[in-house]
């Protein structure tokens, strides 16, 4: 079994910064691509970030020049450094990871359990 585990949500300023921790664990061959996504409650789960294990990233407009994403091919984290916030910011986070597996060798996704940013003054 694989785990992603998220850290670093919060409450936070309009115009402030956080910082958003994903580590992965468990069964782990290697990791392609990583990523976060967002989610307000009625609509659609979007692409914030994401990174491959080459280190190509892609970024939606909405987030481009504010966010950074990085990644840590040892430890099998994933990091977003968050700037400039502002209220269309806030959402639920989650993690995302395409993991070959140990042993079998397939390539499935997986993703966490979600953290909360809300930016708010």
């Known amino acids: 079994q694989v785990q992603l585990v998220e850290s670093g949500g919060g409450l936070v300023q309009p115009g402030g910064s956080l910082r958003l921790s994903c580590a992965a664990s468990?069964?782990?061959?290697?990791?392609?691509?990583m990523g976060w996504y967002r989610q307000v409650p009625g609509k659609q789960r979007e692409l914030v970030a994401r990174?491959?294990?080459?280190?190509?990233?892609n970024y939606p407009d909405s987030v481009k020049g504010r966010f950074d994403i990085s990644r840590d091919n040892a430890k099998n984290s994933v990091y977003l450094q968050m700037n400039s916030l502002n209220v269309e910011d806030t959402a639920v986070y989650y993690c995302?990871?395409?993991?070959?597996?140990?042993?079998?060798?397939?390539?499935?996704?997986?993703w966490g359990q979600g953290t909360q940013v809300t930016v708010s003054s």
């Open positions: 468990g069964s782990i061959f290697s990791i392609d691509t």
């Open positions: 990174i491959t294990s080459g280190g190509s990233i």
């Open positions: 995302y990871a395409q993991v070959r597996r140990l042993f079998s060798g397939t390539v499935r996704d997986y």
